[in-house]
């Protein structure tokens, strides 16, 4: 008979895990980082199998890892909402948010006034592609994610925080500046800058130029959204972009873009089950608040 991991095993996995370290891990639980060692070494015992792969960047799950997180990080999520059931939770005094977005804004004020509400509460904040984020958020790697049109399906929550429009993005300065609207046939002879592969705004502006049977023989592309408005602020050409997903600047103008006048949603997206945790649930309240008071 195959002995059964045990459950101080499962939670040093599952932390080290989430935390992406040992040392977190170990932090995060109140134990030493060479009890963690242990149970996760007979845990890849007991398995036959690594976990774990250190790269430079850090720690790296394997196939394995992967599949046993999917479910080791539920359990644990039910653990938390038990806890916080039977406990007195009326304050949030500590906590800490994976939160990913694909553009700085709306997150960035959100997090600036979850900041003032809950300045005991670590966020940890990057931008990631959509392809990445939606990757991310289904093998629950992350706590949040900010993201344009997300995926529907029964293992995410969703919440609509506001809907845009695709805009050209110039100087103020360039001959184009001054027009109410523009078509991409008159970004033709332009540099259009545009996100890295496996961004929503890539794929929409490829199905574009499919759709009108466009060529654009100057493409310049990004890592990300900031990237984007630093290139058209050092005059490398024209960006495409969701309007009001940048910290505005005087320096830019955005026109609206004669085949690009749908509307996307932009989005809060939470593993449905960690939807009840107290720590989800400030942050979509601080969400919906901004919101209310036309913060972004």
Same mark, same amino acid.
């Given at each position: ?86 406990? /007195? ?166 026109? /609206? ?40």
């Amino acid at each position: 008979m195959n002995t059964p991991p045990s459950p101080y095993q499962i939670k040093a996995f599952t932390y080290v895990a989430r935390e992406g370290s040992f040392s977190l891990a170990a932090k995060a639980l109140g134990v030493t980082q060479s009890s963690i060692t242990q149970h996760i070494g007979k845990l890849e015992a007991l398995m036959g199998t690594q976990l774990f792969v250190r790269r430079r960047s850090g720690l790296e799950l394997t196939r394995a890892g992967s599949e046993l997180f999917a479910i080791s990080d539920r359990l644990a999520t039910m653990e938390q909402l038990v806890n916080e059931k039977v406990s /007195d939770f009326s304050a949030l005094t500590d906590g800490h948010i994976r939160l990913i977005a694909n553009a700085p804004r709306p997150a960035m004020p959100i997090i600036a006034q979850y900041g003032k509400l809950y300045p005991q509460v670590q966020i940890d904040f990057t931008l990631y592609n959509w392809t990445t984020a939606m990757t991310m958020l289904a093998e629950r790697r992350i706590d949040i994610a900010i993201i344009t049109e997300p995926e529907e399906n029964t293992a995410l929550f969703t919440h609509e925080l506001r809907r845009s429009r695709y805009k050209a993005h110039m100087r103020k300065d360039h001959p184009l500046a001054s027009r109410t609207s523009i078509s991409l046939r008159d970004l033709q002879s332009e540099t259009l800058v545009l996100p890295e592969d496996g961004s929503l705004t890539q794929k929409i502006a490829r199905a574009k130029m499919h759709e009108y049977k466009l060529d654009f023989f100057r493409i310049l592309r990004t890592t990300t959204f900031p990237m984007v408005k630093e290139a058209v602020l050092h005059n490398l050409g024209i960006g495409l972009l969701l309007e009001r997903s940048l910290f505005p600047s005087d320096k830019l103008a955005a026109v /609206d873009v004669v085949e690009m006048p749908e509307e996307y949603r932009d989005c809060i997206a939470i593993p449905a089950d960690k939807r009840e945790l107290r720590l989800i649930q400030s942050f979509l309240d601080v969400a919906v608040e901004v919101r209310a008071g036309g913060g972004f």
